[in-house]
């Protein structure tokens, strides 16, 4: 898919390119080329260019909700900047307790597929506003070519604000039916906060629409892997310390030789350029590129891919965005009894196991117990954040706890860095002893030394 980046680096290219005619250009709106002086409403990616019978998914996103106060000497007005400063007006930049918002498209061109509204927050932790939450409106026309969305939190819900960052309202897929061009323009956007004395109940924001453009078959970037390479296999998320591998595939889909660049960022950083690359109709490309596990601290990353390509003298640019993820790992505890009797019924719990990651749980626990002499066969498996067992053989038995995150994220014998999701303990189980001295037998015994020194008593009072 061909969508725009409105990033500094693209501007480069047009100027480096201006000789040629520049037909699109690719890529996802990040913070960084947006207004800053108050919340932005606006469709991601800006531009997107694809051809008949493709699909693509939008999101409309709102940017930069703060809860900072803003006194203007004059009303503020829908598509109009900031009013004067002053003190009659009282608006709050943010603190977000309701929107509405009406999109709409062409429908002759875009046949609409679906669409996900990202709300609540705890529902949807890239979405916008608290719950409880008030479905006022919702409505999807294909025919007219419009969505609209109505809701609001209610109380005692807080006011949700995303202060220097972007959260999603929600997303739709189209169709491409035919060529042509058309807005997804959001016609009808309102962000109301809650009701205080004083305070206008209207947010002001900037909006932003989309734009769309259908073009042939050509030369596209086709796919944007990134993740942990072990055994041959990317895993994602990436944990701290490994390396994050990034694939990039490339594909011809048209009927003519393509000329390319690619090049691949870490922001607006450029990480490796492949230059002067060619294909076939009908070839395709791999390139990989490593991040260095130094290079990468835990939480939430990006990267773009951008390509550019001269397709019969023109030329485009295409570009992909892809978040990732490093995390951190659990430390895993067992708590262990002082002594294990054969037949003794033992509870191990690991309660006092933590994810060192902010945003991580252990969400699964699986012991798996192996008897003496047993070798790696598992005897018996339990589920839960504890186990209760019978002991019924005596010897070193082994006991291996396994959990699972919140991500999926699991011990894996053949990733290195999964290791602190497993943990094992050795548990000595002593012999049973076969006459064990009860208080039955100890009195007994006590019975028979009194009745011997009675005995000796006697016999020296009749030898004398």
Request: a negative charge.
């Amino acid at each position: 898919m061909l969508v725009c980046k409105k990033v500094a680096i693209l501007f480069v290219f047009m100027l480096v390119f201006s000789t040629l005619n520049v037909v699109g250009i690719a890529g996802s709106q990040t913070e960084s080329g947006l207004p800053a002086d108050m919340p932005v409403v606006y469709v991601d990616p800006q531009l997107i260019i694809a051809s008949p019978g493709e699909t693509f998914t939008v999101s409309v996103k709102v940017f930069n909700l703060t809860d900072t106060l803003y006194a203007a000497a004059e009303p503020w007005e829908p598509g109009e900047p900031l009013p004067p400063p002053g003190t009659r007006y009282c608006y709050y930049l943010g603190n977000l307790y309701g929107l509405h918002i009406q999109l709409s498209w062409d429908p002759l061109i875009l046949e609409y597929v679906s669409h996900t509204v990202k709300i609540p927050v705890e529902t949807y932790p890239d979405g916008v506003l608290h719950e409880p939450i008030q479905d006022v409106m919702e409505e999807v026309d294909a025919d007219a070519g419009t969505y609209t969305l109505s809701k609001a939190s209610m109380p005692p819900a807080e006011a949700f604000i995303c202060p220097e960052a972007n959260a999603t309202i929600f997303t739709i897929t189209f169709n491409v039916t035919k060529e042509g061009k058309c807005t997804l323009q959001l016609d009808d956007v309102e962000l109301s906060t809650s009701l205080e004395p004083n305070i206008m109940d209207k947010i002001p924001h900037w909006v932003l629409p989309g734009e769309f453009q259908s073009t042939g078959a050509m030369t596209r970037i086709a796919s944007v892997n990134i993740g942990a390479l072990a055994a041959g296999k990317l895993y994602h998320p990436i944990i701290i310390g490994e390396n994050a591998t990034v694939l990039i595939g490339v594909i011809n889909d048209g009927n003519v030789q393509d000329t390319y660049n690619l090049t691949l960022y870490n922001g607006t950083i450029s990480l490796r350029t492949w230059e002067n690359e060619a294909l076939e109709p009908g070839e395709s490309k791999t390139f990989n590129y490593t991040i260095k596990a130094e290079d990468l601290d835990r939480g939430l990353h990006s990267i773009t891919v951008n390509a550019t390509i001269i397709h019969e003298g023109k030329l485009f640019i295409d570009a992909e965005f892809k978040e990732f993820r490093v995390i951190d790992t659990p430390t895993l505890s067992i708590s262990e009894p002082p002594s294990v009797i054969k037949g003794d019924t033992v509870t191990l719990s690991a309660s006092g196991s933590v994810h060192n990651d902010p945003d991580g749980e252990i969400l699964n626990y699986t012991w798996s117990l192996i008897e003496p002499g047993a070798g790696t066969s598992v005897f018996k498996t339990y589920e839960g954040i504890s186990m209760t067992h019978t002991f019924a053989k005596n010897g070193t038995w082994r006991i291996i706890l396994t959990v699972k995150d919140n991500w999926g994220v699991t011990y894996n014998p053949d990733r290195p860095a999964t290791e602190p999701y497993q943990k094992e303990i050795l548990l000595n189980v002593g012999a049973k002893s076969e006459t064990p001295f009860t208080i039955e037998n100890i009195a007994f015994v006590i019975i028979i030394a009194v009745v011997l020194i009675l005995i000796v008593v006697y016999l020296r009072r009749r030898a004398r």
